[in-house]
């Protein structure tokens, strides 16, 4: 997947097909946002406190383009947002955003 523009809707389209079209189900690093650092931690912030995306840090489970866990809560993954290097963790679709673009048939 190549560079994502710094716009809300954007990353989470790209996230979500990128999260679809793998055969693994595996995360978008966050570095992939053509941001600044600044507002690239401001905008997967956002889409965080929506409920739209989740992200892995890769400090409960080593590899962060693996979702071995359930999502840590929102409160906790916008604390490690503002306080962590954004060069390794991975963006996820959340079960909710999935279920307004996903057909269940699909995947039957």
């Given at each position: 997947?190549?560079?994502v523009?710094?716009d809300?809707?954007?990353?989470?389209?790209a996230v979500?097909?990128?999260?679809l079209?793998s055969?693994d189900f595996?995360g978008?690093p966050?570095r992939?946002?053509?941001?600044e650092p600044?507002?690239?931690?401001?905008l997967?912030?956002k889409?965080?406190?929506?409920?739209?995306?989740?992200?892995v840090f890769?400090?409960?489970?080593?590899?962060?383009h693996?979702?071995a866990f359930?999502?840590e809560?929102i409160e906790?993954q916008?604390?490690?947002?503002?306080?962590?290097?954004?060069?390794?963790?991975?963006?996820y679709?959340t079960?909710?955003?999935?279920?307004t673009v996903?057909?269940p048939?699909?995947y039957?």
């Amino acid at each position: 997947m190549g560079a994502v523009n710094a716009d809300t809707e954007q990353v989470l389209r790209a996230v979500t097909e990128a999260y679809l079209s793998s055969r693994d189900f595996n995360g978008t690093p966050i570095r992939i946002i053509e941001a600044e650092p600044p507002h690239r931690r401001l905008l997967v912030t956002k889409l965080v406190r929506e409920g739209k995306l989740s992200v892995v840090f890769g400090d409960n489970h080593p590899n962060p383009h693996i979702k071995a866990f359930p999502a840590e809560s929102i409160e906790e993954q916008v604390r490690k947002l503002e306080s962590m290097d954004l060069t390794f963790p991975c963006l996820y679709p959340t079960p909710e955003h999935l279920a307004t673009v996903v057909n269940p048939q699909d995947y039957i």
